[in-house]
């Protein structure tokens, strides 16, 4: 599976972007994961994409939201009220584990990574 991210860039604290993650073909779960400088990168949100259940981490619950479009083979990750410590290269990653995850372990296809920058 090639995965294709996109959306990225520099924003204001408060606004909003959308991450974009197109995929060759459909997998099991998707994930969006991110590595700020000097951080070990985190999961921040992910999706299963036959059931469309998804999942947060507590740090972007009720900010960012996870969606899929089954015909498109992309997944969306709308990120609203963004705050600096937001500031991060944000990657999609692609598992075909049975459970979903949130460790990057269990990922084996990754996208390039985009750069979202909160500025206060």
């Known amino acids: 599976v090639q995965l294709q991210a996109s959306g990225g860039g520099l924003v204001q604290a408060g606004g909003s972007l959308r991450l974009s993650c197109a995929a060759s073909?459909?997998?099991?779960?998707m994930g969006w994961f991110r590595q700020a400088p000097g951080k070990e990168r985190e999961f921040v949100a992910g999706i299963r994409w036959s059931a469309g259940s998804t999942y947060y981490a507590d740090s972007v619950k009720g900010r960012f939201t996870v969606s899929r479009d089954k015909a498109k083979n992309t997944v969306y990750l709308q990120m609203n009220s963004l705050k600096p410590e937001d500031t991060a290269v944000y990657y999609c990653?692609?598992?075909?584990?049975?459970?979903?995850?949130?460790?990057?372990?269990?990922?084996?296809?990754w996208g390039q990574g985009t750069l979202v920058t909160v500025s206060s």
């Open positions: 073909g459909p997998t099991f779960n």
């Open positions: 990653a692609a598992g075909g584990m049975i459970g979903f995850s949130t460790s990057s372990d269990d990922y084996h296809y």
